[in-house]
């Protein structure tokens, strides 16, 4: 079952290579371009559909640049050269401009709003499905079935997404840690040892408190997961596991809900195929917090 499992793998990462979408790209690894790249970057992210006509000392003129900054701009995405880059792109853009772009700064419609939201959000979701690495989502969820522990860490506007995923496993009849308090999470972190598993959620990958979690938990020889946007930030490097979602903004800042939306489903496909490799059990603790569930509100009505 395994070995089948391995050549589907196998199967997959040959069909899928060269598929990550390169706007995607980009975006993931917009803190680690120089100041001249990000204007490239930045440029390409606003203007998609105008690179194709453009030569690339055209655009090292309009951005004030040297043609060979442009030149190892592409190679960083680890393209030949512009050309290649740009070939890429158009095909991408074949593809993903099938569908409506709505401008951002639409007036205060209730309907267009909510109709932009879900767009990004459903744009989203596609391209981190197609950003996953399944070997590393395999390996994550082996690991996960063999811990005596889970433990999650986050902070800020990651902390429902840990809670969720923590309750999901929970009622599974994993043995889970969680906890809203930074302070309480870095002493679970000091106390892990080789039979837990750490899983930091990070949208930026540059949360301080999350790290130095990840960091501890690895140190003491828990196998550590980072669910994160970013694949060059700092919580990468204490990391067994590497786990990505699609940026869905450009200001690593601000609240980014569709990417939010994609590392629930990141975390759901986890518990999805953890629970399926051990059904039987996992029914059974979850039938158990159902039936407890029910004579709780039976309680509370009476």
Do not use: W
């Not at 669910?227 to 980014?256: C, H, M, R, W, Y």
């Amino acid at each position: 079952e395994e070995k089948k499992e391995e050549n589907n793998l196998n199967r997959h990462n040959k069909n899928k290579a060269g598929k990550v979408n390169v706007l995607t790209k980009i975006k993931s690894m917009l803190p680690d371009f120089t100041a001249s790249e990000k204007l490239i970057a930045l440029f390409i992210i606003k203007n998609p559909e105008k690179i194709y006509d453009i030569q690339i000392d055209k655009i090292a003129k309009y951005l004030d640049i040297s043609t060979p900054t442009v030149f190892r701009f592409a190679k960083k995405l680890g393209f030949r050269g512009f050309k290649d880059f740009k070939i890429e792109l158009v095909k991408n853009l074949a593809v993903e401009f099938n569908v409506v772009y709505e401008r951002e700064n639409s007036d205060d419609n209730l309907i267009n709003n909510t109709k932009i939201l879900f767009n990004k959000i459903i744009e989203n979701l596609k391209e981190t499905k197609n950003f996953i690495n399944f070997e590393q989502l395999q390996e994550a969820v082996i690991n996960i079935k063999k811990a005596k522990r889970i433990l999650f860490f986050a902070i800020g506007s990651s902390l429902p997404i840990a809670f969720d995923a923590y309750i999901n496993f929970l009622r599974a009849g994993y043995n889970c840690f969680f906890s809203i308090e930074s302070y309480t999470q870095r002493i679970a972190s000091t106390q892990c040892n080789k039979n837990d598993i750490a899983i930091g959620i990070s949208f930026s990958g540059e949360s301080i408190e999350v790290i130095e979690c990840i960091k501890n938990a690895k140190d003491n020889g828990a196998k550590t997961i980072c669910i994160t946007t970013f694949i060059n930030s700092s919580i990468v490097k204490f990391s067994d596991i590497k786990l990505f979602t699609a940026p869905g903004s450009l200001e690593i800042q601000k609240i980014d809900i569709p990417s939010r939306k994609s590392q629930s489903a990141l975390l759901d496909a986890l518990y999805f195929n953890v629970i399926l490799g051990n059904k039987r059990d996992a029914l059974k603790y979850i039938s158990k917090a159902e039936e407890e569930l029910i004579k709780f509100r039976s309680f509370i009505k009476f």
